[in-house]
């Protein structure tokens, strides 16, 4: 007797069983993983029983194990189609659960009538490959139930493929849904077609299902266990970050690097992975101190060190470290976040000579005056030091300009990756994200335009220092339009301080000639030194209407309110009337000076009302419709 198929079988159990158990161990917890161990056993159980029918000897027996392979091969459908679902994100629909009892219904059914009666199945009989299934007269309900589940299965996987965004799931979905298609395809020939016609081979089956197995087994483990995990996203944000970072186990031999860290340090990643730390610190016993420190406290915050190039140039380096803790508490290893200095340093030690020559020209000016008493012989030699010092003053003055300006622009730099991270994150770009992190991504992004707007208004009072007028790039601008943008924006402001917010907006509001980004720049800071000035549950409102040759727009709040003598000076840079208000909300004093620059550059006047402490604030901005003159 040939038991060829049979030893096939059994050898598609074993592997069915092992790759169930290897895939399970990446993440036991994860849904898609339970389910495709759940299909991938069930695999395994058809395939042994299918085995055993073969190979038995006794054809009570041979008729049990039959019927035994349907109820797995039922049961397989049944994980498989919740798979798929899961996939899809259709099991999180309402018609998921209907479709899927009624599969289960079907399933039962099928099975019930199979083992009762001989209408799917009749008893098998002995070939010379072992024990052989014997169709009945209802068999191809059978087929026709096993062809819906899986042309339901085919459906989801390409509903997955044409909808996903990543091309790691694409290719994901891609693969298995070829697989499944080709499979269906086979199987329905040759276990559906050929029977009806009287040609009844050896089932294919347990060899086309395991290879099912093999398939989404290599899906699954290739392409990132079925979706963009959280650890994936880790994983690539750790290896594209704009700074140096490395990650050591408990032996302090470095386990993970990232791109620029290696780059920096003239390495290849190889050369660096399994080294020990301390081989790549200009300072040994230094960093030793860093680990000791973590061991106490946790955590390091602005720590200085320098780190040892491959060809022994020295980095002067900030470092950021933590100790890193599994989801079970255990602590598995230490990640160091480096940030180069050298610029830094550079600066510093500029600033340094600035403080230095600023010293000798005060003391050459108190000189000066010390020795006004002189011989008129010495009072021209004591003025020109004096016009010297006064000149270096100047110097000095403009050098602090144009290090307000390099500062201002190298702070930008670092900003872009974040905003544009945190951006892709927020937008699921990145794949799918729990809402706490989305709240914290939030927090992130809106902290750093907070900081983008410092930068540019310490940008924009530099010009103004320098005597350069602010320059427009005029056009035709509806500021209604422009003010039904902001509303969504600073909505949310509104409603974290449970404040109501109120437009009046003309509906034909004049059309001004002026500079679109200058004048949203304008309509924020005003908006927005209300918001921040008025208590929670207060009121705002932004009032537009036309005026003669122009347009008036008013922000009214029911703040804070402003005594009459300081009305004038809150459009000074750098003065803030309730200084302990300003810090909570974290002013500098720049947004209503910058404010009063852009509407004069427009040609226009601001000015504010208020009756007092506790009467609110009014600030009102007439802007001519011709712009600037």
């Known amino acids: 007797m040939n038991y060829s198929f049979g030893f096939v079988d059994l050898f598609g159990a074993l592997l069915a069983a092992v790759l169930a158990i290897v895939i399970i161990i990446h993440n036991p917890r994860e849904r898609l993983i339970q389910y495709f161990f759940g299909y991938a056993v069930m695999i395994g159980f058809f395939n042994l029983f299918n085995a055993l029918m073969i190979m038995t000897d006794s054809v009570n027996l ?116 070829t697989a499944l298609f080709i499979g269906f395809v086979a199987g329905g020939v040759l276990d559906g077609v050929l029977p009806l016609l009287g040609i009844f081979a050896q089932s294919t089956s347990p060899i086309i299902s395991t290879l099912y197995v093999m398939v989404f087994a290599y899906a699954l483990t290739r392409y990132g266990l079925l979706k963009v995990t959280p650890a994936l996203i880790a994983q690539d944000v750790f290896r594209m970050m704009p700074v140096m970072m490395e990650f050591v186990d408990l032996d302090r031999k470095v386990l993970v690097i990232n791109e620029l860290f290696a780059k920096n340090l003239g390495y290849k990643s190889s050369e660096l992975i399994g080294q020990e730390c301390k081989l790549f610190h200009a300072n040994p016993e ?27 140039a020295i980095i002067p380096v900030n470092v950021d470290a933590a100790r890193v803790k599994d989801r079970f508490g255990e602590t598995i290893g230490e990640i160091f976040i480096y940030r180069d200095i050298i610029k830094e340093k550079e600066l510093l030690e500029k600033q340094k000579e600035i403080i230095v020559e600023l010293t000798k020209n005060k003391e050459r000016m108190l000189s000066i005056l010390e020795d006004t008493t002189e011989a008129r012989d010495e009072a021209k030699k004591k003025s020109e030091e004096l016009v010297k010092a006064v000149d270096d003053l100047k110097e000095v003055d403009r050098m602090k300009n144009r290090f307000l300006s390099v500062m201002s622009h190298e702070l930008r730099t670092p900003l872009t990756p974040i905003k544009g991270f945190s951006s892709m994150l927020i937008n699921g770009q990145l794949g799918p994200l729990t809402e706490p992190q989305i709240n914290a991504l939030g927090s992130i992004q809106r902290e750093s335009d907070h900081l983008l707007a410092l930068i540019d208004s310490i940008l924009d009072t530099t010009k103004l220092e320098t005597g350069r007028e602010i320059e427009l790039n005029t056009e035709p601008v509806s500021v209604k339009i422009l003010i039904e943008e902001l509303v969504p924006i600073i909505k949310p402001q509104c409603d974290q301080k449970e404040q109501s917010l109120e437009v009046k907006v003309s ?25 921040n000035f008025t208590p929670n549950g207060g009121k705002i409102s932004i009032v537009g209407q036309n005026v003669d040759n122009g347009i008036e727009i008013k922000v009214i709040d029911n703040g804070i309110g402003i005594e009459e003598q300081y009305l004038e000076k809150i459009f000074e840079k750098f003065v803030q009337i309730d200084n302990s208000y300003s810090r909570a909300t974290g002013g500098v004093g720049l ?10 550059a427009h040609g226009g006047k601001i000015k504010a009302e208020s009756k007092g402490i506790g009467w609110g604030t009014t600030i009102a901005i007439d802007l001519p419709v011709g712009g600037s003159k």
Not at 145 to 157: E, M, T
Not at 591 to 600: H, T
Request: aromatic share 14%; charged share 20%; proline share 1%.
């Open 62 to 177: 041979a008729f049990h194990f039959e019927r035994l392979t349907i109820v797995f091969w039922s049961l397989f459908l049944l994980f498989f189609t919740k798979f798929c679902f899961v996939i899809s994100k259709f099991d999180r629909e309402k018609a998921a659960r209907p479709i899927f009892f009624g599969l289960i219904v079907v399933s039962a059914l099928v099975n019930y009538v199979n083992y009762v009666t001989d209408w799917i199945y009749k008893t098998p009989v002995m070939t010379g490959l072992g024990y052989s299934d014997v169709i009945g007269r209802w068999y191809l309900v059978f087929v026709v139930y096993s062809a819906l589940a899986v042309i339901l299965s085919i459906y989801f996987l390409m509903r997955t493929w044409r909808s996903t965004k990543s091309n790691r799931e694409k290719m994901q979905s891609l693969v298995i849904l």
């Open 507 to 531: 509906a034909d509001l004049n059309t001004i000639i002026g500079d679109r980004t200058k004048l949203h720049r304008l309509l924020t800071n005003v908006i927005g030194n209300a918001i």
């Open 591 to 600: 947004g209503l000076a910058i404010s009063q620059a852009i509407v004069e």
């Open 286 to 312: 230094l960093h030793e101190k860093f680990h000791q420190e973590l061991l106490l406290k946790g955590s390091i915050r602005q720590g200085e060190t320098a780190l040892l190039r491959k060809d022994r």
